[in-house]
Each structure stands twice: as C-alpha cells, then as structure tokens.
C-alpha cells in the first residue's frame, strides 16, 4: 500500500509547527512536502532587533532541511490549486513551473501587509513582514543618518533624521523603540549639526499604544516611548505620502525620507481564488481546522478563520501565538484522517500573555496575567522568544550579550534596494530583482520616504520624473494573469544613457544587458549594440548576430537608409517580392549547381589555378615567382625594393617626423567631431549615422506606452479596513 500524500503550503508559524508535529507522528509512514519560497523558518517577533543591528539576519532563520526529518522541501510559490483533481501548481524560484498532488492539503501561506487607500502610500511606504524589508530598512536608516551628519543645510538635515511608522501594534511599537536606540547611538559616534537629535514619530488612530494589550501594559510602552524620545500620536494617521514627506490626517505636514508601514496584515491572497467560504479574507474552517465540505482541505494561521470556543461567535486573532498552536493541532487531525494517529481535536487556547520587547532592558510583558515592566519584563520577554525558537537559541543569547557590552555596527550593506521590497507584494519574504521570474516589469515611482538617493533608485532603474510609471494592481495568486510571466525586460534609464553614449562614439557597448530588449540568449544586447556600431563604422560585423536576419537589417532605424527587406525598404533577396537569391528556388542558379555555369574546377568549367590544365599559381612550378620569392619582383621594405612607409629611405609615415601629421593631431586636418572638423555622424549637425536611433515618435494613442523601467514597481493594492487583521504575527 502506497504511503499517503501530505502536502503543506508555507513555512510560517502554523506551516512549520504542522510539518515538524507530523513528521514526528507519522515516522515515515507517509510523503510529507513542504513548499516554501525560501530554504527557512523566519522568527518574526525578533525582526526589528535585525533592523536596529542588534541581531545578525541569520540568528533569526532556522534552516527547514536540517530541522525538518523526513520532509521534503520544494523551493516556490503556489499559484494555483485544483480541489477536484487534488493538484497544486507552483512556480519555482528560477521561474520554472510544478505541480505536486496530494491526499491531504494543509494551507498555511501566511499573511502580507494590509494597504490603505490611502494616495501615495504604496509607492513611498515600506512594510515590516520579511527579512529583505529589515535588511532595506537598517540600511536606510543608517544612510540617512549618514547623510544628515553632512548635510550643509539644516531642513535637510532635520528631514533625513526624522522617520515615521504608521501602525502602534507589536510591531509598529517595537520598530520605534528600537529605532530611537539605533539612531541615538550613531549620532554619538556622528554628531548632528547645532545639537539636533534623531525624531522618530509613531501614528495610529487607536486610542493608545498597543491597543491588543492590557491598558497597564499599554500605558508602560506608551512612557517607555516617550522618555525615550519617540514622538506618540493616537488618533493621528497619514492622509497622504508625498517624495518630500507625509500630510498627516490633522493637515500637518512633515518632512521625512522614511515612512515604515506597520499597519496591520492580511491573508495571503492565494485563499481568495479558491471559491469557498471566506471571512474577512480568510478561509472558513470548523473548530478542528478542516474546511466544511471538503475532508481533504486544513487550514491554519493568518489564512484561517478559526472559531474561539472561548468567544463563541468571534475568530481568534491573526497573532503567532494562534498560529503556532493552530500548527500543532492541524497536524495531529491531518494524522488521524489518514489512520496515522489518534482522534480529532478542536483547537481550544488558554491566554498564556504576551511580551513587547522595547530595546535594552525596557520591556512591557504580562505572563499569565501578571503585568510586568522594567528589568523584570526585559528578562521574561527575552526567556520567552529563546524558548519559543525552534533553532539558533545559543547564537541569539551571544548577540544579545554582544549588543549589552560593545557598540553596534552601523555599516551599510547595500544587499537590498528600495524598489526591491514594494509595499504591496505578496510575496514580502522575497526581494525582488531585475529581470526575476514571475515578475511585472512596470516603472515604479521613485520612493521618496524609503528611497534615500539618486543611485538607490537608480541601481533598479526606477524611473523617476513627471511621467514616471505608476504601478498598477498585483494579479491575486490563483487569479487569471498571476501566473508566471517569464522575464520581461525595460530599458533602464541608466542603461539607455549608456547604450546612446556607447553608440554614438562608434564603440559597442559591453556593459550589463539585463533589462534590455532582446537580452535572451542568441540574440543578445551586446551583441546587437556591437553590430551597430560596427555598421555605423563602415565595417562589416564579425560578431555573432544570434536569429538576425544579418547586419544590414539593422540599417532600417530612424535617421539611416533602409535595409534591404521588410519595413520600408527595398526587398531583400529570399525576401517576398524580392528578387529571389541565387541557389534559391526560382532565382538563378548558383555556380557549381545544376543548370547554372560551372564553377572553376567543376566538370566542363575552367580548371583553377594550381590544378591540372590550369595557370599555374604563383610560386608553383611553371608559375609567376611571387613577391621576395628567387626571380620574382622584391616585395617593398625588402632589399633592391621599393622602402615601406615609414622605413629608412622609404616615404615618412603619418604621425612621423617629416611625414604628414595624422587627422586630429596637431598641424593636420581636424577629425570629424573636434573644432573645425566635419562633424561625426550621429552628432549634432552631422548626417545620421546608418541603424542609429532617430528621434523616438511618441506612441499612438491607442497604444500603451513603452517600459522605460528595468526593474519591477511597487504594487499598490486598495484593501478596505479590516478591524480583525490589526494583530502582527
């Protein structure tokens, strides 16, 4: 009998804690398959200790391979799933596509930041859910501090040094509090001109800081925070997000470079193209995780709409508390549906408290019911996560002990760009990169809170300006046009500048081809830059030309002669309606074929040279000595011949003394495209050179405009407010 088929969707809280309770219950006894973007276990709770350096990112990753016995770990997103023919398609990280079937399905994706209507947010805010975005945010912060302590002018100064998060849940605060710490200590090391000191602002419209917790522990962060120097604002959000700052919702405008979005989560969107019972975004389930009407379908976490036994008629909160435990549970009633373990369980939870680590040895905790702060929160705060982690427990108690008795390292990295974590994702434990699968290649504003400088824009050639493109909405996991699109390429400004100026010195430009058009194999960018050039030269291309039809096809661009063949310009031979090539069907026979004149040395032709019955070649017997051959005519340079140029008693070479000067030196003609010289091709006032780019007409108004980004856009979503998705995982 063959083993069951168990197959579980994310490795997050719910996701591990199933994969790890089933592989410890089924021993073997059945095929366990976790799909997953990335190769680990990301603790969340610790996240802003890796934005604020306390932390190294990997202290916070436990890998899945070496946790997870007996699982097998498959690398990709799902995109699609078909409940009747129990088949789940995904898409790898290098684009390409899968699909596994299974007995029992355990959806447990996870959430992803939760948007706003709000204008501007999507493309100047930041979120808080994935390693790349803690990676991006440290690196930023550090920037601006940086670039604050060398800033001449003191409202600059005041806007790189000011950094606001929206959101005062765990998550939100931790940030803050943290953050103040961070950039307190670089600006000991740094000084701020006239004594200004690092402003951190945290939003919410709740009523007070934390609003999930108990008020004496809310009323703890909330002092905590502001001895500290964080600015607390309740019942204050951001109405609008500008490049130069954000207008908050009591008409107050600040200027910032940073605007983190802590707002709250929702459910993965691969639950929506399902088609069955939702509940505010998450998938409906009965008390033991299983979805009604379909015996081989769990849910838990985020995704999950689970009852509260102990609030009867509401659903327990999306924390990572409940997803952890709901793991536990789906596991064991996954086993017992397939005869591998005991009965059914309802998930059931007892409040054990929760903790808000506030950096240092400042805390706010309440373990089973009793409220802590101080010192005494710090070290139950602490015990809990080293508890709570499944892996690296002896790593993070050393950085924490490293943090308490040597400065932090505040160094900018440069791994993660601001383009590469969009807000609106689905995806935000990836970073995105130019060129990458599955990926919308679309211009994205330039992030003004979250983008520090020209080069972190334009490293993922970000378009920027007036018209740059705004990012339209991210197709739903599951939904028509989610699935992968392959690598689409732009233009990048910054590679578009590059390839004109290559272009127009007549040099063929080497340089990186990702984001190019054409930039595949066989027909690549350098390759077609290089066969341009060498056309504009007047020298033929020897380079390889990939499916191109050859060089002079290139000649039918803007300001040239048309090329032979298609577009406007004379047929090309072997072309419709074009004369029709020698050696071709209907054309005139080649020589040395068929009914065409013999060629030499073909039967009934003349012999060629050097053959029997024909003129002897050169230096053959019977022949013409050749040049410096005995007898022949003495080749120049050579002795009793006529000297070379530039040998004694020959005529002086150009460039030589007493010869005449070269083109561009000086005495002689001035070359093309220096003062006084016949102005180049391709340059102002001079004849366009053959296959160069011309003016570029503007497109018809019935088509869309060209990608000028080289690298994807945020994606900006409009998800109306949800008051149960304010907890953080």
């Given at each position: 009998m063959s083993r069951p088929r168990i197959v579980i969707v994310g490795a997050g809280f719910a996701g591990y804690r199933t994969a790890r309770t089933l592989s410890r219950t089924t021993r073997g006894r059945a095929h366990i398959t976790l799909l997953n973007p990335t190769d680990y276990f990301l603790y969340l709770p610790l996240l802003p200790q890796v934005a604020a350096g306390v932390l190294e990112p990997r202290r916070v990753t436990v890998s899945l391979s070496d946790t997870l016995p007996n699982v097998r770990l498959v690398l990709g997103e799902a995109d699609r799933i078909d409940l009747d023919d129990r088949t789940l398609h995904y898409t790898g990280p290098e684009g390409e596509t899968g699909t596994l079937s299974y007995d029992r399905l355990v959806l447990a994706a996870g959430s992803v930041n939760k948007l706003l209507p709000i204008p501007g947010v999507a493309e100047h805010a930041h979120g808080f859910r994935g390693l790349p975005e803690a990676l991006y945010l440290r690196d930023h912060v550090t920037r601006q501090v940086e670039l604050a302590a060398a800033a001449d002018d003191p409202k600059t100064c005041a806007a790189r040094c000011t950094f606001v998060v929206v959101g005062a849940g765990y998550t939100g605060t931790e940030v803050a509090a943290h953050g103040q710490m961070f950039t307190d200590a670089q600006v000991r090391k740094h000084p701020l001109r006239r004594g200004m000191r690092p402003r951190w602002m945290l939003l919410d419209v709740?009523?007070?800081?934390?609003?999930?917790?108990?008020?004496?522990?809310?009323?703890?962060?909330?002092?905590?925070?502001?001895?500290?120097?964080?600015?607390?604002?309740?019942?204050?959000?951001?109405?609008?997000?500008?490049?130069?700052?954000?207008?908050?919702?009591?008409?107050?405008?600040?200027?910032?470079?940073?605007?983190?979005?802590?707002?709250?989560?929702?459910?993965?969107?691969?639950?929506?193209?399902?088609?069955?019972?939702?509940?505010?975004?998450?998938?409906?389930?009965?008390?033991?995780?299983?979805?009604?009407?379909?015996?081989?379908?769990?849910?838990?976490?985020?995704?999950?709409?689970?009852?509260?036994?102990?609030?009867?008629?509401?659903?327990?909160?999306?924390?990572?508390?409940?997803?952890?435990?709901?793991?536990?549970?789906?596991?064991?009633?996954?086993?017992?549906?397939?005869?591998?373990?005991?009965?059914?369980?309802?998930?059931?939870?007892?409040?054990?408290?929760?903790?808000?680590?506030?950096?240092?040895?400042?805390?706010?905790?309440?373990?089973?019911?009793?409220?802590?702060?101080?010192?005494?929160?710090?070290?139950?705060?602490?015990?809990?996560?080293?508890?709570?982690?499944?892996?690296?427990?002896?790593?993070?108690?050393?950085?924490?002990?490293?943090?308490?008795?040597?400065?932090?390292?505040?160094?900018?990295?440069?791994?993660?760009?601001?383009?590469?974590?969009?807000?609106?994702?689905?995806?935000?434990?990836?970073?995105?990169?130019?060129?990458?699968?599955?990926?919308?290649?679309?211009?994205?504003?330039?992030?003004?809170?979250?983008?520090?400088?020209?080069?972190?824009?334009?490293?993922?050639?970000?378009?920027?300006?007036?018209?740059?493109?705004?990012?339209?909405?991210?197709p739903a996991k599951g939904q028509p046009g989610s699935g992968p699109a392959g690598p689409q390429h732009g233009s990048g400004p910054a590679q578009l500048r590059r390839f004109e100026s290559e272009t127009a010195k007549g040099r063929p430009d080497d340089g990186p081809t990702e984001g190019r058009p054409g930039s595949g194999p066989g027909s690549g960018s350098a390759v077609l830059r290089r066969t341009e050039s060498e056309t504009a030269k007047g020298r033929p291309d020897d380079g390889a030309t990939g499916n191109r039809p050859g060089a002079e096809s290139l000649e039918r661009q803007a300001g040239g002669e048309p090329a032979k063949g298609p577009q406007g310009g004379e047929p090309a031979r072997n072309q419709r309606g074009g004369e029709p090539a020698e050696g071709q069907p209907g054309g005139e026979p080649a020589k040395g074929q068929a009914g065409g004149e013999p060629g030499r040395n073909q039967r009934g032709g003349e012999p060629a040279k050097g053959q029997p019955g024909g003129e002897p070649a050169k230096n053959q017997p019977g022949g013409e000595p050749a040049r410096n051959q005995s007898g022949g005519e003495p080749a120049e340079g050579q002795a009793d011949g006529e000297p070379a140029k530039g040998q004694a008693g020959g005529e002086p070479a150009r460039n030589q003394p007493g010869g005449e000067p070269a083109k561009g030196q000086p005495g002689g003609e001035p070359a093309r495209n220096q003062p006084g010289g016949e102005p180049a091709k391709n340059q102002p006032g001079g004849e366009p050179a053959k296959n160069q780019p011309g003016p570029t007409p503007s497109p018809p108004a019935d088509q869309p405009p060209p990608d000028t980004g080289a690298a994807p856009g945020p994606v900006k979503r409009t998800d109306a407010p949800d008051d149960s998705a304010k907890g953080d995982s």
């Amino acid at each position: 009998m063959s083993r069951p088929r168990i197959v579980i969707v994310g490795a997050g809280f719910a996701g591990y804690r199933t994969a790890r309770t089933l592989s410890r219950t089924t021993r073997g006894r059945a095929h366990i398959t976790l799909l997953n973007p990335t190769d680990y276990f990301l603790y969340l709770p610790l996240l802003p200790q890796v934005a604020a350096g306390v932390l190294e990112p990997r202290r916070v990753t436990v890998s899945l391979s070496d946790t997870l016995p007996n699982v097998r770990l498959v690398l990709g997103e799902a995109d699609r799933i078909d409940l009747d023919d129990r088949t789940l398609h995904y898409t790898g990280p290098e684009g390409e596509t899968g699909t596994l079937s299974y007995d029992r399905l355990v959806l447990a994706a996870g959430s992803v930041n939760k948007l706003l209507p709000i204008p501007g947010v999507a493309e100047h805010a930041h979120g808080f859910r994935g390693l790349p975005e803690a990676l991006y945010l440290r690196d930023h912060v550090t920037r601006q501090v940086e670039l604050a302590a060398a800033a001449d002018d003191p409202k600059t100064c005041a806007a790189r040094c000011t950094f606001v998060v929206v959101g005062a849940g765990y998550t939100g605060t931790e940030v803050a509090a943290h953050g103040q710490m961070f950039t307190d200590a670089q600006v000991r090391k740094h000084p701020l001109r006239r004594g200004m000191r690092p402003r951190w602002m945290l939003l919410d419209v709740a009523p007070r800081v934390l609003p999930e917790m108990d008020e004496k522990l809310s009323a703890t962060a909330d002092r905590v925070l502001r001895e500290r120097g964080v600015d607390v604002r309740m019942g204050t959000s951001v109405k609008e997000a500008t490049h130069d700052g954000v207008v908050l919702t009591d008409g107050e405008f600040v200027d910032t470079r940073t605007l983190v979005w802590c707002v709250g989560v929702r459910p993965d969107p691969l639950v929506e193209s399902l088609g069955l019972p939702m509940e505010k975004g998450r998938l409906l389930v009965d008390p033991h995780l299983q979805v009604p009407g379909r015996p081989e379908l769990f849910a838990c976490g985020d995704v999950a709409a689970v009852p509260d036994l102990e609030k009867p008629g509401s659903y327990t909160p999306m924390t990572a508390q409940h997803a952890w435990r709901h793991g536990k549970v789906a596991a064991e009633n996954v086993a017992a549906s397939l005869g591998l373990g005991g009965a059914r369980k309802p998930y059931r939870h007892r409040d054990l408290g929760f903790v808000v680590d506030l950096g240092g040895a400042k805390a706010a905790a309440n373990p089973l019911g009793v409220p802590l702060s101080g010192v005494p929160a710090g070290a139950v705060t602490r015990g809990y996560h080293l508890a709570a982690m499944p892996g690296n427990r002896v790593r993070v108690a050393a950085d924490w002990l490293l943090d308490a008795v040597l400065p932090r390292q505040a160094v900018q990295l440069g791994l993660v760009r601001s383009w590469s974590v969009p807000l609106g994702t689905s995806s935000p434990e990836l970073a995105r990169v130019p060129g990458g699968p599955g990926q919308r290649q679309e211009a994205s504003a330039r992030s003004g809170p979250g983008a520090a400088i020209e080069a972190d824009t334009q490293g993922g050639g970000t378009g920027t300006g007036p018209d740059r493109g705004r990012a339209g909405d991210e197709p739903a996991k599951g939904q028509p046009g989610s699935g992968p699109a392959g690598p689409q390429h732009g233009s990048g400004p910054a590679q578009l500048r590059r390839f004109e100026s290559e272009t127009a010195k007549g040099r063929p430009d080497d340089g990186p081809t990702e984001g190019r058009p054409g930039s595949g194999p066989g027909s690549g960018s350098a390759v077609l830059r290089r066969t341009e050039s060498e056309t504009a030269k007047g020298r033929p291309d020897d380079g390889a030309t990939g499916n191109r039809p050859g060089a002079e096809s290139l000649e039918r661009q803007a300001g040239g002669e048309p090329a032979k063949g298609p577009q406007g310009g004379e047929p090309a031979r072997n072309q419709r309606g074009g004369e029709p090539a020698e050696g071709q069907p209907g054309g005139e026979p080649a020589k040395g074929q068929a009914g065409g004149e013999p060629g030499r040395n073909q039967r009934g032709g003349e012999p060629a040279k050097g053959q029997p019955g024909g003129e002897p070649a050169k230096n053959q017997p019977g022949g013409e000595p050749a040049r410096n051959q005995s007898g022949g005519e003495p080749a120049e340079g050579q002795a009793d011949g006529e000297p070379a140029k530039g040998q004694a008693g020959g005529e002086p070479a150009r460039n030589q003394p007493g010869g005449e000067p070269a083109k561009g030196q000086p005495g002689g003609e001035p070359a093309r495209n220096q003062p006084g010289g016949e102005p180049a091709k391709n340059q102002p006032g001079g004849e366009p050179a053959k296959n160069q780019p011309g003016p570029t007409p503007s497109p018809p108004a019935d088509q869309p405009p060209p990608d000028t980004g080289a690298a994807p856009g945020p994606v900006k979503r409009t998800d109306a407010p949800d008051d149960s998705a304010k907890g953080d995982s």
